[in-house]
C-alpha cells in the first residue's frame, strides 16, 4: 500500500487507481483523442462538426464535447459527450464483473439524463467507453452508423471497421484494452469450433484471430495482377543480398498490407546449398510465427535450445533430394533456416507433440524462456541487426 503522489490517495497492489484518477496523465489525452477521432470521422463523411461547441450547455453550464454544424437526422445536429468508465471501479465492478459494458451503459443512461434539455432540439449521444475496451451501447451504435456513412462517402466496406481500429491502435495505452470475454463471444460467432469452456489450441486460435483480423483490414488492392510473381521462389543470383529479400518482401506486400502485417510478420530466409556442386539457392518466406521444435522428450531446457533445432542444418538426402538448379538432377542438399526479417511482435509456437510411427505423443519438457531481453541475434541472417524481445 502507498499514496499516490498527484492525488495523494491510498493506491493497492492491483494498481487500478490510475485508470479513474482525475489526476492521472493519461485522463485527458484519451479524453481528446476519442474525440477528436469522432469529429475527424464526421468530416470525412462530409459532416462537418466542432468540439466544445458554444452557445450549448446543459442546466449546470457544462458543455457537450462536440457537435455537428450541419443537421444530422430529423433536421436536428448531432451532440455528443465523452466519458471513459473505470471497468474495476468499486461502485462498477459489481456490474462489470457480470456483463460486458455494464460500467459504459450506466455511464450512458446518466448522461442521458443530465443532457435530457437538448433532446427537443439536437441529437443526443452519450459515448461511454471503460477503461478495459467495452462500449456502451449508444456509443457502438454512434460508432456503427458513422462507420455506415463512412462507408457510404469512400465506398469502402471496411471503413467502419478501420474507425474502430484507429482506436483501438491509439498511443493512449489506457483505451486500448479489449475485454477478452466478448472477443470470445465474437469469434465463435464466426468460429464454432471455439463454442465453450473446453480445451482449445491456443496457437490455432491465435492463428485464427490475426489472420480474420488482417484480411478484414486489408488494405492491398483488390483487383491484383493477373500474373504476379510467386513470393517464394529461388532468388536471382544477379541481384544483391539486400535486393532479393526486399523484392520478395515487395511482392507479399503487393496482397498483404495491414497493421497485423506491420506488426506481425517476419520473413525468414532458407539456404539450400549442393553438396556435389557446392550451388546455393536462397529462398524468402514470410512468417506469422516461428513453430520451434523441443528437441528433448523430457527434462529441462532452454528456448534457445528449440531455436537452436529450429535453425539447424537439415541434411536431405534420400527421398528428399531436391533438384539441384546447376547440377539439373537431385543431389544431397544442406538446409538452413535463418530470420531475415524481425517482427516487432514475435509470435513462438512450441510444438509439444511428437510424431510416432503409431500415434502422437505430448511432449512435457520444461522450456525456460527470458521474461525480458529474448536475444535471438545468433539466428539472423547476415547484416540484419538484431531486435530483443520481452515479454
Same mark, same amino acid.
Given at each position: ?26 485522463? /485527458? ?14 468530416? =470525412? ?24 454544424? #450541419? ?21 462498477? #465492478? ?80 489506457? #483505451? ?64 544483391? /543480398? ?28 532458407? =539456404? ?14 514470410? /512468417?506469422?510465427?516461428?513453430? *520451434? ?7 529441462? *531446457? ?42 516487432? #511482435? ?16 505430448? *511432449?512435457?519438457? /520444461? ?25
Amino acid at each position: 500500500m502507498y499514496n499516490n503522489i498527484g492525488c495523494g490517495s491510498t493506491v493497492n497492489e492491483k494498481g487500478v487507481h490510475g485508470l479513474s484518477c482525475k489526476f492521472s496523465a493519461g485522463r /485527458f489525452p484519451r479524453h481528446s483523442s476519442v474525440n477528436d477521432l469522432i469529429r475527424r470521422a464526421l468530416t =470525412t463523411s462530409d459532416i462537418p462538426a466542432v468540439l466544445e461547441p458554444l452557445g450549448i450547455s446543459r442546466d449546470d453550464g457544462k458543455r457537450p464535447d462536440g457537435m455537428s454544424l #450541419i443537421p444530422w437526422s430529423h433536421g436536428k445536429p448531432l451532440v455528443w459527450d465523452f466519458t471513459c468508465v473505470d471497468t474495476v471501479a468499486a461502485s462498477h #465492478i459489481d456490474s462489470t464483473s457480470k456483463i460486458a459494458g455494464g460500467a459504459a451503459d450506466s455511464a450512458e443512461k446518466m448522461k442521458l439524463k443530465k443532457y435530457s434539455t437538448l433532446r427537443d432540439q439536437y441529437i443526443f449521444y452519450p459515448v461511454a467507453i471503460e477503461t478495459y475496451g467495452s462500449f456502451g451501447p449508444k456509443a457502438t451504435e454512434l460508432f456503427n452508423l458513422i462507420g455506415r456513412k463512412l462507408i457510404h462517402k469512400t465506398d469502402d466496406n471496411r471503413a467502419r471497421s478501420f474507425l474502430i481500429q484507429q482506436k483501438l491502435w491509439s498511443n493512449d495505452p489506457s #483505451i486500448r484494452v479489449v475485454c477478452l470475454d466478448d472477443l470470445k463471444l465474437r469469434i465463435q460467432r464466426f468460429a464454432p469450433q471455439f463454442r465453450g469452456s473446453s480445451q482449445q489450441d491456443a496457437q490455432e486460435f491465435l492463428c485464427y484471430l490475426l489472420e480474420g483480423l488482417h484480411e478484414d483490414v486489408n488494405m492491398a488492392v483488390d483487383e491484383p495482377n493477373p500474373n504476379p510473381k510467386p513470393v517464394l521462389m529461388e532468388i536471382d543470383k544477379s541481384f544483391s /543480398f539486400n535486393v532479393d529479400a526486399m523484392d520478395s518482401w515487395s511482392r507479399f506486400l503487393i496482397m498483404n498490407k495491414s497493421k497485423f502485417v506491420d506488426n506481425f510478420v517476419g520473413q525468414l530466409k532458407s =539456404t539450400l546449398r549442393c553438396t556435389f556442386c557446392g550451388y546455393c539457392s536462397e529462398t524468402f518466406d514470410p /512468417f506469422w510465427e516461428l513453430s *520451434l521444435p523441443i528437441p528433448q522428450r523430457s527434462g529441462q *531446457l532452454s528456448l534457445s535450445h528449440c531455436l537452436d533445432s529450429f535453425t539447424s542444418v537439415e541434411i536431405l538426402d534420400g527421398e528428399e533430394k531436391p533438384t539441384c538448379s546447376m547440377c539439373r538432377e537431385k543431389r544431397k542438399c544442406l538446409k538452413s533456416l535463418f530470420i531475415n526479417k524481425f517482427p516487432k #511482435i514475435l509470435v513462438i509456437h512450441l510444438k509439444r507433440f511428437s510424431q510416432t510411427v503409431e500415434f502422437s505423443e505430448k *511432449l512435457n519438457t /520444461f522450456v525456460d524462456f527470458p521474461l525480458i531481453g529474448l536475444d535471438i541475434s545468433p539466428y539472423a541472417a547476415e547484416d540484419i541487426v538484431p531486435c530483443p524481445y520481452n515479454l
